[in-house]
Every structure is written in C-alpha cells, then in structure tokens.
C-alpha cells in the first residue's frame, strides 16, 4: 500500500518566508496561495481524514478508492498511479468530491491590517495552520488553537524560523482571556460546520449554541481584555450578518468591512454547501 506523505525542501520553505517577510501589494485581495510552510509542518494534521479513508481503501463506484482515484486522475490530469504525485492524490479527495477537507487562508491580510491600524500586538483566539502567525512575523503575536496537534505544528514553525514575541494557548477561546496584553484581535473562527476541522471545536455544536460560542469568545478576547482596541474577524457571506450581529449585540462598533481576494472568491469556492456568491469579509470592529 502507498503511503501518502507531504516532502517540501528547505530550499521552497526559506523562499517562502522571505516573501511572506517582504509581503505583497495585493494586501486584501491576495490570494491564499503560500502553503509551502503550512503543509510541511501540518500536513499529517491537515490530511488526517483523507489519509484515513486512502487506508482503510473501501470501495466507490465498484472499485477500491485508490483504485477509483488512480482511474479518475488517468482520466483528467493524464498520470497514471507511478507518475502521480502524493499531493496530487491528497487534493483528488476534493476536487472529486470524496471529501471536501480544510482550507487554506493568505498570511497577507493581517500584514495588511497590522501596517493599516498601526498594530504591535495581536491575539489570534482561533489560530488555526498558521497562516497568521507567519504573517505576524515581526510583531507580538498571541496564538491559541483547540487542536493540540495543530498547535504543535506552528511552535515548531516558530521555531524552525526563530520567531521572537510569539506565545501559544491550547485552549477553547471562548473560556480564555490571555494573561498578556494585546492591541487587537485577528482571527478566523470556525464558518459552523462548512469545514469539520477537530472534533473538540465549535464547529460541532449545533448552530445556536454555535452563536452563544461565538459572543463568549468575544467577549473573553476583546472586552475583558482592557488593552485591546480592535477585535477583527475574517467570515464568508453566508454566516457574516449572523455573526456580525453578536458582535454589535456586545456593544463593539463596526468601522470597516474589507471584501477578501477577487470578487464572489472563497477559499472555499469547491464547498456546494455555501450557495450563491462566494466571497469572504475581513470585518473590523472597535471598542
């Protein structure tokens, strides 16, 4: 049986960072297309399903799944199973429809927002890869996550790229206000249950407990921390008045609603489950 893993060089890793470190005009309407780094430390985590149902190989359309998908690829790319890559395999699973899987997000925009609102120190409540943190290179950065191997991931990025000023929680956000001072919050929760990413997090809940999760950890991140000036949030169209609506609820005023990537794009655009048009918000609020 083929074992499907994620080998990216050293060479692809620094090149990358550098030019995370010299960002991009693009800014807000970058794409999430810089994942060199993210999939080397995350992989394992971020393949967990895909890799699981390629193992246990049970049978689609009178096939064996990696049968199946060896036959698909052959048909739409031309490569047959010795000249297919891991990778190529590891994203079959969406693009056929198997399973939908993760997602990737750009570390540009909150290089964006840090040099807009002139921030020195950001709490990420929902960290998730990693994307942020990268993208919060050379100023304090406050990262908490749910998923402990996730986690492990980005300190073991920080590490490999000796970040200085950065901080990690493995805790539920919505129960975890962090000891340390901080100007903002940047994040990215959980779109409900459009990506079923660990199975500890609030993508589990149903959608009203959903919305009580979603004004706890507002209310732990932003409004009990006094330092904090700006909670921001990045949110598809779908969920947005929702959830824009707990976060007005909770007496914060919006400032600035930014459009992410080109128009009606998603990182999530291969998602039926999101309907209509797709775009993604980065969603300011102040105290």
Known sequence: ?????????????????????????????????????????????????????????????????????????????????????????????KITGIHIGNSFHSPFYIQQFIKDYNIKSIYDCSGGWGHRLLGAWDIAYIYNDINPEVVKGCQKMSEYFNLSDKIFYN??????????????????????????????????????????????TIKAACLDKSSCKYFAYIINHKLKADMNACVLELGLKQIQEIPLGKVNYSHLNSDKRLNGTKQEFLIIFAK
């Open 171 to 216: 805790q539920d956000c919505s129960k975890l206000t962090p000891k340390e001072n901080y100007d903002a919050v940047f994040t990215c929760p959980p779109y409900y249950n459009i990506e079923h990413y660990t199975d500890m997090g609030a993508e589990n809940l149903s959608y009203p407990d959903f919305l009580i999760w979603w004004k706890q």
């Open 1 to 93: 049986m083929r074992n499907l893993k994620i080998e990216i060089s050293e060479d692809k890793l620094k090149k990358e960072f550098t030019l995370i470190q010299h960002g991009v005009e693009d800014g807000y309407k970058a794409l999430p297309n810089h994942n060199e780094i993210i999939l080397y430390f995350q992989w394992k985590e971020f393949y967990k399903k895909e890799i699981e149902l390629w193992n246990e190989n049970k049978f689609k359309n009178g096939l064996p799944l990696q049968s199946w998908i060896y036959a698909n690829r052959l048909k739409y790319i031309g490569k047959n199973a010795t000249n297919l890559t891991d990778r190529e395999i590891l994203r079959a699973f």
